[in-house]
């Protein structure tokens, strides 16, 4: 059974970073797609950044630039390094696992089989 544990969330500054972590029980951890996905209130699941088992990342336009994704696949943790973080980031984010390897140009919440239960994130002006 795969369980995703986030963490790292915080409130922070507008212009501030913050380093999200996803803990990964199970097995094939380094055979998976991963991703990251933030909700704002009121708004619809976002994807955010996306690693496929080989380690080619994919971002959301609104990210390029001051996010970035990365996995250990001997610790089995996926990491979301956040800069310059602005008001509109603000929202719970979620780790989630494909279980296929290569990840999809688009980042779709649909082609993701496991989710952890998120981590807030906060962006005060």
């Known amino acids: 059974q795969v369980q995703l544990v986030e963490s790292g969330g915080d409130s922070v500054q507008s212009g501030g970073s913050l380093r999200l972590s996803c803990a990964y029980s199970?097995?094939?951890?380094?055979?998976?797609?991963m991703a990251w996905f933030r909700q704002a209130p009121g708004k619809g699941r976002e994807g955010v950044a996306s690693i496929d088992s080989d380690g080619s990342p994919t971002y959301a336009d609104s990210v390029k630039g001051r996010f970035s994704v990365s996995r250990d696949n001997t610790k089995k943790t996926l990491y979301l390094q956040m800069t310059n973080l602005k008001p509109d980031d603000t929202g719970m984010y979620y780790c989630?696992?494909?279980?296929?390897?290569?990840?999809?140009?688009?980042?779709?919440?649909?082609?993701?089989?496991?989710w952890g239960t998120g981590t807030q994130v906060t962006v005060v002006s």
């Open positions: 199970g097995y094939h951890y380094s055979s998976y797609c």
């Open positions: 989630a696992a494909d279980r296929a390897s290569g990840c999809s140009g688009d980042i779709r919440d649909t082609d993701f089989t496991y």
